[in-house]
């Protein structure tokens, strides 16, 4: 019987992570990218920006949404991601991006990166080599 019991916990405990998450609708949808700036003039947001601009069809066929967040504008999104991610240390005067599978584990926690570098290391993922046949980009 608690042999039951404890398999019936390690099944559903995964589950209660992902749905307490604020990213809980992209999973296995989406994959995420969440940067936290400190302000709107930061220049390596506005530099993945640019690239996400730049790159909008290459960025869509790989289904990525992107969160955008400000660190010096108070506000409840901001609060909810930096304590979904509180164990990362977050900074409110640096840079941050964070790339999220459709699976939900984070795959790059990073300060500088380009796009291109997301990208190379999204096409090495299992589930992009499938959507990578039907890619129209």
Known sequence: MNKLILILLLISFPVMVIQSSPLEEYIWKNRVIVTFSPNKTNTDR?????????NLCEFNSRNII?????????????EKFSSFFENLSLSPS?????LIGKDGW????????????IFSLIDTMP??????LNDMC
Do not use: A, Y
């Open 127 to 132: 589930m992009r080599q499938e959507e990578m």
């Open 94 to 98: 640096e840079f941050r991006l964070i």
């Open 46 to 54: 506005i530099q993945i920006l640019n690239s996400i601009h730049k």
């Open 106 to 117: 984070i795959k790059l926690n990073t300060r500088k990166t380009s796009l291109e570098e």
């Open 66 to 78: 992107h969160i955008d967040m400000l660190f010096n504008e108070k506000n409840h999104e901001i």
